[in-house]
């Protein structure tokens, strides 16, 4: 079974940046799609971004303008710019195996003070 363990959460104000890491292990890379999803409080989780492994991405409206997915093969990772935050961006953030995820990370808590 692969291994994906995510980085980067945190506290931030309103209108800052995070950068989320995923880096994966135990798994052919390259050749799989990878995704950012989020749960918020009493929500469900929904799609943030995803990037296939040809480095095709898709985004969740929300977030369009906003988020940057990207992947470095070399080093097993996919990553997540978020830049102008708002309160309700709060969730915690997972990393997904597969353009449509088969495994998931633990989460990394993401949270934005008003």
């Known amino acids: 079974q692969a291994r994906l363990v995510e980085s980067g959460g945190g506290l931030v104000e309103a209108g800052g940046s995070l950068k989320l890491s995923c880096e994966a292990s135990?798994?052919?890379?390259?050749?799989?799609?990878m995704g950012w999803y989020r749960q918020g409080p009493g929500k469900e989780r929904e799609l943030v971004a995803r990037?296939?492994?040809?480095?095709?991405?898709e985004y969740g409206d929300t977030v369009k303008g906003r988020f940057t997915i990207s992947r470095d093969n070399d080093k097993r990772t996919v990553y997540l710019q978020m830049n102008n935050l708002f309160p309700n961006d709060t969730a915690v953030y997972y990393c997904?195996?597969?353009?449509?995820?088969?495994?998931w990370g633990q989460g990394t808590q993401v949270t934005v003070a008003s």
């Open positions: 997904g195996l597969g353009y449509d995820p088969r495994q």
């Open positions: 135990k798994v052919f890379f390259s050749g799989e799609g």
């Open positions: 990037i296939k492994y040809t480095g095709a991405t």
